[in-house]
C-alpha cells in the first residue's frame, strides 16, 4: 500500500537522523526542552500524567516525570494489552517495572489511570500535528479510548518534518509538540 509504503520511507529517514539527535542533545538542550514543557503545562489544568519508558533514541521521559512541576502529579506509564492498546499504569520513581511487551519495562502494579496528559515518544511531526510513530499504531489505536486527555509529543527540534506527514483516517492528531526550540500548539 502507499501509505505504509510511503511512512516507511520516512520512518527510516527519521530513524538514523533521531540517533544522531540524541547524540548531538546537550544537558542545555534537555533544560531547554523541559522548560518549554513546563511553560505548556502550566496553562493547563491537570492532576495526572503519563509519560513512556524511553527505548533507544527516544527522549528521556522518566527524568521529566520527577521534574518539580510534575512531582506532586500522579504519574503513569503504558502497559501494552493483549490487544495491542495502552492501559496506563500508575508509576513513580522507584516503584516496581517488569518486562512487558518487547521486554519493554511497564508498571508491575496494575493501577489504572486515565491521564489527563499523555506524553508520547515520535519518530517525526509535522506543523499540523501529525504523528509518525514506530509503526505499529500502538498510539493510533488507543488515543480514541483517551478522548479528553491532552496528547503532547516529545521530540529533538530536528524531527519536524519540514513537509506534511502522510497520514489516513487512523492517525490520530497530537494536541502538542515540544523540542528544544519550540512549543507547537496544534488544537
Ligand atoms: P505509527 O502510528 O506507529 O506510525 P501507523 O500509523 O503506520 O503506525 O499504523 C500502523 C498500522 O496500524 C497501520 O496499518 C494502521 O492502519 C493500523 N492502525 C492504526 N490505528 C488503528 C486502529 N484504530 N484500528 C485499526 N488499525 C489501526
Ligand atoms: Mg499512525
Redesign the pocket.
Known amino acids: 500500500m502507499h501509505?505504509?509504503n510511503d511512512?516507511d520511507i520516512i520512518?527510516k529517514e527519521f530513524l538514523k537522523k533521531r540517533i544522531l539527535f540524541k547524540k548531538k542533545f546537550t544537558f542545555k538542550n534537555k533544560l531547554k526542552l523541559i522548560l518549554n514543557l513546563n511553560d505548556l503545562l502550566k496553562n493547563i489544568n491537570y492532576e495526572s500524567i503519563a509519560g513512556y519508558y524511553p527505548i533507544g533514541s527516544e527522549i528521556d521521559c522518566l527524568t521529566i516525570l520527577e521534574k518539580e512541576v510534575i512531582k506532586n502529579k500522579l504519574t503513569a506509564l503504558p502497559y501494552v494489552k493483549k490487544d495491542n492498546k495502552i492501559e496506563f499504569r500508575k508509576w513513580k520513581n522507584p516503584d516496581t517495572l517488569i518486562g512487558g511487551l518487547n521486554n519493554i519495562p511497564v508498571p508491575k502494579n496494575k493501577i489504572i489511570l486515565y491521564p489527563d496528559i499523555i506524553l508520547t515518544p515520535l519518530?517525526s511531526f509535522d506543523m499540523t500535528g501529525v504523528?509518525?510513530?514506530?509503526?505499529?499504531?500502538?498510539?493510533?489505536?488507543s488515543f480514541?479510548n483517551f478522548p479528553v486527555s491532552k496528547k503532547i509529543g516529545l521530540a529533538f527540534s530536528g524531527q519536524l518534518n519540514k513537509r506534511k506527514l502522510p497520514?489516513?483516517p487512523?492517525?490520530?492528531k497530537l494536541d502538542a509538540v515540544i523540542t528544544e526550540k519550540d512549543i507547537f500548539v496544534f488544537k
Do not use: C, E, V
Not at 504523528?131 to 489505536?141: A, C, H, K, N, P
Open positions: 501509505l505504509q511512512k520512518r519518530l504523528r509518525l510513530g514506530f509503526g505499529s499504531g500502538i498510539y493510533d489505536r480514541p497520514n489516513g487512523f492517525d490520530y
